[in-house]
């Protein structure tokens, strides 16, 4: 079964984005790219992956800093060495998701994918989300999230994100006209969801 298309995923916390991008991964017999980013990042930084992982997925509080050094549209001509830890893995991230892109279909999760390559066309931005009992629910038993913490870790993870996306692409997580396919895979299996995404891009076994 082949894929045409580079796939990003952008999710709520507990909706199973991750494990989405695997079944869909499995169906179409492609790579998903996920925490699989840092590692990547952090050997060609040679910076400890651990470091990146403290920030994976979280803008820096460097606002002030990115507009006085002119580096907030994170264009070209830009220098890492000053930047703090956050802004270095979004831009090695941003670079290496780049060159995977041109290496062929694959499929990305998170990490502003869906922005960082804005300008190709053979993309398809999915953005997946549940209802909230559903996470709390799967954050207890999948992610070994105490109960009496369930719904903050949700809410708390799910503004983190939202900053990063905001932060870093200057539009709005979680805004349906950012994407061209949002799923409520509540009542989903994971399977469920990539026959959603096969049937709405025209693929077939």
């Keep these: 079964m082949a894929l045409n298309s580079i796939i990003t995923i952008a999710r709520q916390f507990g909706s199973g984005g991750r494990e989405i991008g695997s ?3 499995k169906e179409f017999g492609v790579k998903c ?9 952090a050997k060609e930084s040679g910076i400890d992956p651990e470091i990146f992982e403290d920030v994976d997925e979280k ?6 800093y ?21 802004d270095r893995l979004y831009l090695l991230q941003h670079k290496i998701i780049k060159q995977l892109a041109e ?3 694959c499929i990305f999760v998170g990490r502003c994918a869906d922005y960082v390559l804005r300008d190709r066309n053979d993309i398809l931005r999915l953005f997946i989300y549940a209802d909230k009992d559903f996470r709390i629910k799967r954050a ?5 999230v105490p109960q009496s913490k369930a719904e903050h870790t949700v809410d708390k993870t799910d503004k983190s994100r939202a900053n990063y996306y905001n932060f870093y692409s200057g539009r709005k997580w979680g805004l349906t006209e950012n994407y061209d396919l949002c799923i409520n895979r509540t009542k989903l299996t994971d399977k469920q969801v990539a026959d959603v995404v096969k049937e709405y891009l025209n693929v077939t076994d």
């Design 140 to 144: 207890v038993e999948l992610k070994n």
């Design 103 to 105: 290496e062929g279909p």
């Design 33 to 41: 790219y996920d925490k699989e980013l840092i590692s990547i990042a």
């Design 66 to 86: 990115s507009l006085s050094m002119g580096l907030y549209s994170f264009g070209s001509g830009y220098g890492t060495g000053q930047l703090p830890v956050n």
């Design 23 to 25: 079944a869909l991964a």
């Design 59 to 64: 803008a820096a509080n460097s606002l002030l």
